[in-house]
């Protein structure tokens, strides 16, 4: 099944110029979803991972899916203000400004075999923020994955030092 | 298992006075997240529900999971300006003032059989205005499901004329 067919551009979103990948014709899909979470598992079962973090909000979709496929806990990572305990924070740079992301400070104990997953790798300043979180939490990073990835911003250079899979790859706009 | 167990109490978030049920402690226990899903499975199956609609965001957790086991497509309601390509959209009544969700126009085809989920039934405005989207688009709603119900705030009143089921209950705060 060709997934990256089931994936729509949508011109001009969240602003102009921009051509947005809308993976929500793939999710209404029985076929597409079903297909697009086995193969994101074939990259990381075997692997003895034992929680998965998914990033807000899309990231949760196949995040929980490869979750329970794995046999491990699911762990949110959301923007500021939405988890209700005790977090920790990183902050990272966008093109205008920064950003903030957090996690629940007992989400994570020493020595999680972790899978990180989020829907898009662009420029992969979020993903690499994720990856201080865990890591500062004493989790190793077994895995980390994408449902899209846009090679023409390099999102990967961030990200040099773990085994980082995508499912669908752009090469330009 | 006791799924109630690893709910856990949040006082004074995200204000105070509320006590909120933080679903994170029972998300990252792997037993814990595949005991809830298949609970809930247990209520759909074999409803031929083609189509589980989430609402933003701690709804695409079990709504992705319940879409996957019931070979279903997956469909997001989210925040207004989340999703790119053209809505359709429902103002709802809040305590102080109003909010507003939206579904893409596309997500549903008259005829679906939709299966709604979220992880919170609390005052139900959410999941009222939910339902008439999917009906404005010709959806048939077999079923509404949460994760967690307050029964002290009634919410199951303004959702009568549907098949309405929950994993957890609490009777008082």
Redesign the interface.
Known sequence: MDIKSLI?D?PD??IKGII?K?I??L????R???TA?EELLEFAKGKHI??VVGI??RG???G??L??KL??????IRKP?K???ETLSETYTLEYGEDKIEI?K??IEPGDKVLLHDDLLATGGTMEAAAKLIERMGGEIIQISFLIELNFLKGREKLKKYDVHSLIQYDSE
Chains 1, 2 share one sequence.
């Open positions: 729509r949508v979103f969240p947005f809308d929500t014709t999710l209404k899909s029985a597409g979803l079903k979470s034992n929680k807000e909000s949760f979709i196949f929980c899916l979750a329970e046999d491990a806990g699911f762990v949110p203000g988890l209700p305990a629940h007992d989400a």
